[in-house]
């Protein structure tokens, strides 16, 4: 596999690659606690969003945003096995697709982690822009090719089936303005202790072509790493130079997005 730019973005997306499907998503959430519910993008996202607000999380998972989430909330996941966990707990998530949703008929629409995960982001996001009201709000976050996780060495999710394209926040603007959209604001996630680890790790050892190594070298910066990170993280709440996991954008849709 091999990454290549798409223009006119110039996201990275993964040569040869499919993305995973339901069954190893299920196995991912079941293994790692995949769908997390203290994503950081979820309290920035919040502030965007008042009661009145018909809001669709595409690609919601258990709908864990509906917890922060002050409008009236509707998720849709393509994860039997997720929408199972979030029905089972009282939320109102459904399987479900974009293409499939109503237009015009939401404030606010948000695809949390979502756009890295699928072959067509153009179409997926003119999907979720066409179920927008004109004016509202989409709201877009993903990992973020520009800060660590752009640089770490063995970052096995990184790479498909988990991720099929890399982003910054150029691209992502680039196609969110494409698809119709003015942006209003780009947020960069603060680094989180949890991954101070992996920064250090690419800082001391950022990734080669190959992407993955298994050397003796490699092995004794990672416990270097490992040593590093327990002793800062006890000082630093976050990490100034260095960016955390996500960006995302904010944008509202144009009178002109019409289709």
Request: charged fraction near 20%; glycine fraction near 8%; hydrophobic fraction near 40%.
């Amino acid at each position: 596999m091999e990454l290549e730019a798409v223009p006119p973005y110039n996201y990275l997306r993964f040569t040869s690659a499919r993305p995973g499907d339901a069954e190893f998503y299920a196995a991912l959430m079941g293994r790692i606690g995949y769908d997390r519910a203290d994503k950081a993008e979820f309290a920035e996202a919040a502030r965007e969003i008042v009661p009145a607000d018909q809001v669709l999380d595409v690609g919601s998972g258990s709908g864990n945003f509906s917890v922060p989430c002050a409008g009236v909330y509707h998720g849709i996941d393509t994860n039997p096995a997720a929408v199972e966990v979030g029905r089972n707990a009282g939320r109102n998530v459904h399987l479900g697709v974009a293409l499939d949703q109503a237009p015009n008929a939401y404030d606010v629409v948000t695809l949390f982690q979502v756009l890295e995960h699928v072959d067509d982001p153009r179409n997926l996001l003119r999907a979720c822009v066409r179920s927008l009201r004109t004016g509202g709000r989409l709201i877009v976050s993903t990992p973020d090719k520009e800060g660590f996780m752009g640089y770490v060495t063995n970052e096995i999710l990184n790479y498909p089936p988990h991720h099929m394209t890399w982003w910054s926040a150029a691209s992502l603007c680039a196609l969110i303005q494409d698809c119709g959209c003015e942006v209003s604001s780009v947020w960069h996630e603060p680094l989180r202790r949890d991954h101070l680890r992996a920064a250090i790790s690419a800082l001391l050892w950022p990734r080669n072509e190959e992407h993955l190594t298994e050397s003796v070298r490699f092995r004794v910066m990672e416990l270097g790493a490992k040593f590093l990170a327990r002793m800062a993280g006890g000082k630093w709440k976050q990490v100034p130079f260095v960016r955390g996991h996500s960006v995302m954008v904010v944008a509202r849709k144009a009178p002109s997005a019409a289709w």
